[in-house]
């Protein structure tokens, strides 16, 4: 079993920066890989980043491609998602995922093959 617990949402203005924190318990961290999804109002769960399990391979959407930074501290067992030049088409409720059955250097986007997820953590960037 593996718990996620993010943190670090909030209201910002656009233009400005948010940085999330996903803190993972349960299982060795380092074993699986991460992702980060976001859920606006009326919308379906959409793919954000992903890391892989030692850090070395990440993968964005092209929505947020150049704005956002996604990395992970496997001794701190926690997952992080940067976010700079925020837009309000970035609000929404974002998610972090663990894949516990990703290869070591694999990634994953699709929401259907991730094992885990956290509570959600809300993001409202005004305009």
């Known amino acids: 079993q593996v718990q996620l617990v993010e943190s670090g949402g909030g209201l910002v203005q656009a233009g400005g920066s948010l940085r999330l924190s996903c803190a993972a318990s349960?299982?060795?961290?380092?074993?699986?890989?991460m992702g980060w999804f976001r859920q606006a109002p009326g919308k379906e769960r959409e793919f954000v980043a992903t890391?892989?399990?030692?850090?070395?391979?990440?993968f964005y959407a092209d929505s947020v491609k150049g704005r956002f930074t996604i990395s992970r501290d496997n001794a701190k067992n926690t997952v992080y998602l940067q976010m700079n030049s925020l837009e309000p088409e970035d609000t929404g409720v974002y998610y972090c995922a663990a894949d516990i059955r990703a290869s070591f250097s694999g990634l994953t986007t699709a929401p259907s093959l991730y094992d885990y997820w956290g509570q959600g953590t809300q993001v409202t960037v005004s305009s």
């Open positions: 890391i892989s399990r030692n850090g070395g391979s990440t």
């Open positions: 349960g299982r060795t961290f380092s074993q699986y890989c």
